[in-house]
């Protein structure tokens, strides 16, 4: 298996417009992570899903985020409208069932909003 | 306020000498803890794993240990490589659905 993908690697946006991120999770687990890494905060968990539904979103921000997961190979994580404060690395993992299972992480998606 | 701490946001060792990194928390309800591992450009990548019901667990060169009266764990490597360098996060859960709540890491330098 390719291991967890997530497009784009690299994200350069204006304040204000929609962000897209892509997750492709391993095949066969049934859990999937959104975090987000920033020098401040850390590594931060946004939202997870088990079985494509959402779990967890207490960790989501604000409004202007929100997480879809339409089937169990794919997920998107949006940011509409976003802002400089968003800047980070995002994350998506996947394990094979529950949170404490070993969590295989994607390569990141850094985010930078001007 | 921060559940899972590392007080030291590097360290820097020799190769062949003992790396430690240390890691604390606040909530007694966690009872699952992890370590991974982090290269520049990559995901981190999980490292080993301890449960509460141990005080120890040892995966080659790297073992947990875990003081639960004093609420700390830490991640000994013997002998540390120049490989090894990469930042370390510490990790805790509460049961198995409980969210994984990550410390700020520590970024370990083994020097040659």
Same mark, same amino acid.
């Given at each position: 298996?390719?291991?967890?993908?997530?497009?784009?690697?690299?994200?350069?946006?204006?304040?204000?417009?929609?962000?897209?991120?892509?997750?492709?999770?391993?095949s066969?687990?049934?859990?999937?992570?959104?975090?987000?890494?920033?020098?401040?905060?850390?590594?931060?968990?946004?939202?997870?899903f088990?079985?494509?539904?959402?779990?967890?979103?207490?960790?989501m921000?604000?409004?202007r985020?929100?997480?879809?997961?339409?089937?169990?190979?794919?997920?998107?994580?949006?940011?509409?409208?976003?802002?400089?404060?968003?800047?980070?690395?995002?994350?998506?993992a996947?394990?094979?069932?529950?949170?404490?299972?070993?969590?295989?992480?994607?390569?990141?998606?850094?985010?930078?909003?001007? | 306020?921060?559940?899972?701490?590392?007080?030291? @946001?590097?360290?820097?060792?020799?190769?062949?000498? !003992?790396?430690?990194? &240390?890691? =604390?928390?606040?909530n007694?309800? +966690?009872?699952y803890?992890?370590?991974?591992?982090?290269?520049?450009?990559?995901g @981190?990548?999980?490292?080993?794993?301890?449960?509460? !019901?141990?005080?120890? &667990?040892? =995966?080659?060169?790297?073992?947990? +240990?875990?003081?639960?009266?004093a609420?700390?764990?830490?991640?000994?490597?013997? @002998?540390?490589?120049?490989?090894?360098?990469?930042?370390?996060?510490?990790?805790?859960?509460?049961?198995?659905q409980?969210?994984?709540?990550?410390?700020?890491?520590?970024?370990?330098?083994?020097?040659?």
């Amino acid at each position: 298996d390719a291991g967890v993908i997530q497009s784009p690697r690299h994200e350069v946006t204006e304040m204000g417009q929609e962000v897209t991120l892509r997750c492709k999770p391993i095949s066969g687990h049934n859990s999937l992570f959104w975090y987000r890494q920033t020098m401040m905060r850390g590594l931060e968990l946004l939202i997870y899903f088990n079985n494509n539904v959402p779990i967890d979103d207490s960790g989501m921000p604000e409004d202007r985020f929100s997480a879809k997961m339409p089937n169990a190979s794919f997920s998107t994580l949006k940011i509409q409208p976003s802002e400089p404060r968003d800047s980070a690395v995002y994350f998506c993992a996947s394990s094979f069932r529950a949170v404490t299972d070993t969590q295989y992480f994607g390569p990141g998606t850094r985010l930078t909003v001007l | 306020d921060q559940q899972v701490k590392q007080n030291s @946001p590097s360290l820097s060792v020799q190769e062949g000498r !003992i790396s430690i990194l &240390n890691c =604390d928390y606040t909530n007694s309800m +966690f009872d699952y803890f992890l370590w991974y591992k982090k290269y520049p450009a990559e995901g @981190p990548t999980f490292l080993i794993s301890i449960s509460s !019901i141990k005080d120890k &667990n040892e =995966d080659g060169r790297f073992t947990v +240990f875990l003081n639960k009266s004093a609420k700390h764990l830490s991640l000994h490597i013997v @002998p540390s490589q120049p490989g090894d360098s990469a930042v370390y996060f510490c990790a805790a859960a509460t049961g198995s659905q409980g969210n994984l709540i990550f410390g700020k890491g520590t970024k370990l330098s083994v020097k040659p």
